[in-house]
């Protein structure tokens, strides 16, 4: 089997690429879905309505998808420049921390001023998490994959000591959780008695602006040069230490801002479960939109119509909602291939 | 009984033998592929694919041994699955990986969840059970922590001896070790380079489950969630630890483990003046730790994580 | 010294001939890199393989070695047609190759490196003892002394190109074919060399000896064959050769291209002042480099690659500092050396490796155009890129310039070379540089592309720019420069003006021989 590259890049395979993924990792999985005993289309017809076929729905999906967007954006602004941050998950409950240490009364901070220091103060947490690996692979060269997912377990058991000890709540009956957050530190909902919040105008007017550092400021051209080519980026006088530095900065910064968005906008406290691996589904997130913030927006959407759709799913046709884990897994392999598929040609003869 | 004591007693020792085996089984099979030129980071997901596959074939009525088998089997499909993506398509290894642990960690649980729509509290198997090695298992101390052990145990001490005599005394060892140095010595050889990369990547992973096999069949009886923990990761830092030795990757998962068990009986002694969750961080720390440390004084294999790309000269 | 006896009368020669090529021909998409070649090698004998980089020795010896499959054509080896495409059917017909660059790996010892391959993949114990003896056979009787144990990492250049020839000499090579043997060898080094040639000789080995070292094939040889372009221009016997002969066939003559004009060269730009720089091994890669360029000249520095080239141009591009020695711009000593800072001094810089370092190639064409001035006022403020300027430059590149083939947002890799480097050279230009660096300006660009980067570098030069060309290729060096250096193992020697050089000796001189005195 051999790779030939391909002589022009075509716009439609460039858009075409992520539903390709997405239609094969359906069709795969299809055979999960017949080894349950559902019916194929029974199953997925409810995992379209259960996601979007009631304004019900539809909030829960754009709930969902919300953290997404942070953390696909995360991923997104890191691998771009080949910074591979796997750590999403726990720059999360950093800043899921740091809304709970400012965010629920026990420091005194004036009303108004609460919302955009607890913003800041998350993606500073976030930002900090990821300081540490991205020194380390500076300073030493250690591969930053490793120890960002390390330190993901760490901050989780991290949040763990705290919740049981320090941030207690004490109205909380017993339970591991941290008192909640002040009314004036609440992220509003958007619609009354549904559950979408204002976290999601947050998150999408983040997208934009990033879309628009990368495409308008010199950092956003720095930022993509180096993640493309670091030698033509440092003959062509770039500081490319720096820059893969304020990088990683922004995307952990970026993912910290979910965990103020989970804690302020829906859950109201920090809990441990906070989180169902959203830093790690970020990646998929990320790659489906080909590292494209706008196009984040979308495929955060569309992952997280699958995660909803497949509660419902598992609420009437008893199909495990795990499917959704190995769809939106499956559809991570499947974006690979088919973003190969845009720059070669595959020819099974050598 | 305080804090230096802990040392002396028999029951850490072989607690700590216990706590190394899945990781000097998963530290071999990365390894290996790393070996070979082909970073893994399927291993977590490998791992747990491997324990709930043991688990459930016991479960549904297979014996101990077949159980095994078929764990090692899964994972070597699924280093198949990893090799045809990244070496002979020549996708980025880091993504690929964590691509292959969502997939596999997704997997074991919507098969566990399938099979087992409405438990509360996981149900148990007959687990292996340890078999003292006559004579041997009767030297004090050392005795009952090496040879008083459950057969994988005994399993992953051979592996070591074999995967070391492999690839430093024969000729596919040679050509597994060059092919993570310098392909292109290989390939002017005659030798393919696919088929060596593809067929180390695909024994690793084998490897890789059977060390989550132990945890449900051995060290534990039941499959939950969440059982692999990051053992994945930690042993892809002990890779780098033994500088890809089977001798030292050895030491290193029982020095690891060793520090783990302390750990644990440590917590009963001090009592709640720590927290536990302290001491639960430290493998985590530690193996971070254990990475700086190394980093500068290693010869990592020159060839690994880039693409062999055939006539690409 | 007279060519070796030759000792095929031990051998009944079945055919006298022990390799024969026939109409060898290979191209790659518009490139000829191989035009109906045939050559052939008897017994005992050393042919020798001259040409410039690029005229098609390496791909020839691919061919052979089964990793190119010729478009067409037939190699037979002792009568005995080749199979194309097949390196172990290379290896078993007995054709052993010592690459120029080794392929070895650097962590595994001498001996695992030569026994890869030679035994049975499913073989159940590497036979070591039996292949250290065998090595150590072959090493003494050959005077090709290594320790089998030691790393490859620990052993020298000389001691590394030992244990390719024992590779081959293991696998029982009966033609031993070395791509420029000698070109990182101490003259020492390469008297052992020829010494073990002579052994492997009188064993009965031919040998295929590829060179642009004009002495030393002179010395090895019993026939040359020389390489220009992709054909076979010239085959000759030694007796009947000379290196005025043997130069002048490797550099041919052509062309009619951009005349320069001979000025008053002004003030000193740049000035090397006892530069050395370390490299690996600590081995000296420059050793105290002394040079100028003023302004309103071009100065060519001539060097087969490899002898610190590349070192010279990562200084002046501001990727490396000197060892030791001081470089002055401007009459000013620079203290720092990065890429920023050159681009400050008004240095503007042409790399060699266009695709590696001169442009990120899926990045489209108004991006590469201000990769290097995006933080000037005019193209940026407070951070935000000034996109309407950006495209009004690109643009003005474009035309002026004439780069084609540019389609809207596309990535610039899909450029054919002539344009890339044409957008290279308008991005340099166009910011008025003082100083420039050209490495390589012209390699793989056909004549009309060539002959434009010409044109507009020789017009830098006469507004008052000084220029340092660095290159391989002789002809562009005396068209262009006005003075010429050459560079030899690190170190530069004068070659005189331009206008009293011939490109014989100007050979001579590349090849680390005196220039004749006419």
Not at chain 2, 203 to 230: D, E, P, Q, R, W
Not at chain 3, 100 to 108: I, K, R, Y
Not at chain 3, 350 to 378: C, M, Q
Request: glycine fraction near 10%; include cysteine; charged fraction near 15%.
């Amino acid at each position: 089997m051999r790779l030939e590259p391909r002589s022009e890049v075509s716009p439609v395979r460039f858009i075409l690429a992520p539903v390709a993924a997405v239609i094969a990792s359906l069709l795969l999985c299809s055979g999960l879905i017949l080894w349950s005993g559902a019916s194929v289309f029974e199953a997925y017809w409810m995992m379209l309505t259960g996601s979007i076929g009631s304004s019900f729905a539809l909030a829960e999906t754009l709930s969902r998808a919300t953290p997404l967007i942070f953390t696909g954006l995360a991923a997104a602004v890191a691998f771009r420049a080949r910074f591979w941050n796997i750590g999403a998950e726990g720059q999360l409950y950093a800043g899921a921390l740091m809304v709970t240490f400012l965010g629920t009364g026990e420091i005194n901070i004036h009303e108004g001023l609460l919302p955009p220091i607890l913003f800041m103060g998350s993606f500073a947490a976030g930002s900090l998490w990821l300081f540490l690996p991205s020194l380390i692979k500076i300073r030493f060269q250690v591969d930053e994959v490793v120890t960002t997912l390390l330190l993901n377990f760490v901050m989780l058991l991290l949040v763990s000591l705290l919740l049981e000890g320090p941030l207690k709540d004490p109205m909380g009956l017993g339970w591991p959780q941290a008192a909640p957050v002040l009314e004036s530190a609440e992220l509003p909902r958007l619609v009354q008695g549904l559950r979408v919040h204002a976290g999601l105008i947050i998150a999408v007017i983040l997208a934009l602006l990033i879309w628009q550092l990368q495409i308008r400021t010199t950092l956003g051209f720095e930022m993509r040069a180096v993640g493309l080519s670091r030698n033509a980026s440092q003959f062509a006088g770039m500081r490319v230490g720096n820059i893969l530095l304020i990088t990683a900065l922004i995307s952990g910064g970026l993912a910290g801002l979910a965990g103020y968005s989970e804690v302020a906008g829906l859950k109201g406290n920090l809990t441990l479960d906070l989180s169902p691996g959203f830093g790690y589904t970020g990646i998929v997130v990320a790659m489906l939109a080909q590292l494209h913030p706008l196009g984040v927006i979308g495929s955060a959407f569309f992952v997280a119509c699958i995660f909803v759709g497949a509660d419902a799913m598992s609420r009437s046709v008893g199909v495990p909602n795990y499917i959704a884990d190995v769809v939106v897994a499956t559809s991570l392999l499947c974006m690979l291939v088919s973003m190969l598929q845009i720059k070669y040609r595959i020819r099974w003869k050598s | 009984m305080d804090w230096f004591e802990i040392l002396w007693t028999t029951s850490f020792w072989v607690a700590a033998v216990r706590i190394a085996t899945p990781l000097i089984f998963g530290t071999l099979g990365e390894l290996v592929c790393e070996r070979a030129g082909v970073l893994n980071l399927g291993i977590e997901g490998i791992m747990t694919l491997g324990a709930m596959t043991g688990w459930m074939s016991v479960y549904m009525g297979a014996d101990l041994w077949t159980g095994v088998i078929l764990a090692a089997m899964v994972g070597s499909l699924l280093g198949a699955l990893h090799s045809m993506l990244t070496v002979s398509l020549g996708l980025s290894q880091h993504v690929t990986g964590i691509g292959i642990t969502l997939l596999a960690s997704s997997l074991s649980y919507y098969i566990y969840r399938l099979v087992l729509p409405e438990v509360t509290s996981p149900p148990r198997i007959e687990a292996f059970t340890n078999y003292p090695i006559p004579l041997l298992s009767e030297i004090p101390w050392i005795g009952e922590a090496l040879f008083n052990q459950s057969p994988l145990t005994y399993l992953a001490f051979i592996l070591v001896i074999v995967v070391g005599l492999v690839l430093y005394r024969t000729p596919l060892g040679l050509a597994v070790r060059t092919t993570g140095e310098n392909p292109s010595a290989v390939e002017a050889q005659g030798m393919n380079v696919i088929g060596i990369r593809t067929g180390a990547v695909m024994f690793g992973s084998a490897l890789m489950a059977i060390a989550g096999a132990f945890l449900t069949m051995s060290a534990f009886n039941a499959f939950f969630f969440n059982m692999v923990n990051g053992r994945g990761w930690i042993c892809i830092a002990l890779v780098v630890f033994a500088s890809w030795h089977p001798g030292k990757a050895l030491f290193g998962a029982l020095l690891f483990a060793a520090f783990d068990a302390y750990q644990m009986r440590l917590q009963q002694v001090i009592g709640s003046a720590i927290p536990y969750q302290v001491f639960l961080m430290l493998p985590y720390l530690l193996s971070i730790v254990a990475l700086i440390l190394i980093s500068r004084r290693v010869a990592i294999p020159q060839a690994l994580m880039i693409p062999y790309r055939k006539g690409e000269r | 010294m007279p060519g070796p006896h030759l000792p095929f009368l031990k051998f009944p020669p079945v055919v006298p001939e022990v390799l024969s090529l026939k109409n060898i021909h290979k191209q790659f998409g518009n490139l000829h890199a191989n035009h109906d070649i045939s050559l052939s090698l008897k017994r005992g004998e050393v042919l020798a393989l001259l040409g410039e980089n690029g005229a098609g020795k390496t791909t020839l010896m691919n061919i052979l070695f089964g990793h190119y499959v010729a478009d067409s054509g037939e190699i037979e080896v002792s009568g005995k047609i080749l199979p194309k495409g097949s390196p172990k059917a290379s290896i078993d017909a007995g054709l052993g190759m010592v690459h120029q660059h080794f392929t070895l790996a650097d962590n595994l010892s001498v001996l695992d490196n030569i026994i890869l391959g030679t035994q049975p993949l499913w073989n159940f114990r590497l036979q070591r003892r039996e292949a250290s003896d065998r090595i150590l056979d072959l090493g003494s009787r050959f005077g090709l002394d290594v320790d089998p144990n030691a790393r490859i990492a620990e052993l020298s250049v000389g001691e590394r190109q030992r244990v390719e020839i024992l590779k081959a000499l293991y696998r029982k090579a009966r033609i031993l074919i070395l791509d420029e043997p000698t070109a990182v060898l101490t003259p020492q080094e390469s008297r052992t060399l020829f010494k073990t040639l002579r052994q492997l000789l009188e064993e009965g080995l031919s040998i295929i000896f590829i060179s642009h070292k004009l002495a030393e094939v002179l010395e090895v040889s019993d026939r040359i064959a020389v390489l220009r372009d992709g054909k076979l221009v010239m085959e000759v016997e030694v007796s009947k050769a000379s290196e005025n002969m043997l130069a002048e066939a490797m550099v041919g003559r052509s062309f009619k291209m951009p005349i320069r004009k001979e000025v008053p060269a002004g003030e000193s730009l740049l000035d090397f002042d006892k530069v050395s720089v370390l490299g690996p091994h600590r081995l000296p890669v420059l050793e105290q480099v002394s040079f100028s360029v003023h302004a309103r000249e071009v100065v060519g520095l001539a060097g087969i690659s490899g002898n610190g080239q590349r070192v010279l141009a990562d200084l002046i591009s501001g990727l490396q500092s000197p060892t030791s020695g001081q470089v002055c711009l401007y009459g000013q000593p620079l203290k720092r050396f990065h890429p920023r800072e050159m681009l400050r001094q008004g240095v503007g810089r042409i790399p060699e490796d266009r695709h590696g370092f001169g442009v990120v190639g899926d990045l489209n064409l108004a991006e590469n155009v201000i990769s290097e001035v995006y933080k000037n006022p005019d193209y940026s403020k407070m951070g935000f890129l000034n996109l309407k300027n950006r495209q009004k430059f690109a643009d003005k590149v474009v035309q002026e310039f004439d780069v084609r083939g540019v389609k809207n947002h596309a990535p610039v890799r899909l450029l054919s070379g002539g344009n890339m480097q044409k957008l290279i050279l308008g991005r340099v230009l166009l910011q008025n540089p003082k100083l420039i660096l050209a490495h390589q300006p012209a390699r793989g660009l056909d004549i009309g592309a060539a002959s434009f980067v010409y044109e507009r570098l020789l017009e830098a030069k006469m507004q008052g720019c000084g220029i340092l060309l660095i290159s391989e290729d002789l002809e562009e060096l005396l068209r262009l420069s006005d003075r010429v250096l050459v560079i030899h193992r690190g170190k530069i020697k004068e070659a005189g003006k331009a206008g009293s050089l011939s490109t014989t000796n100007l050979g001579l001189l590349m090849a680390g021989r005196q220039a004749d005195a006419s």
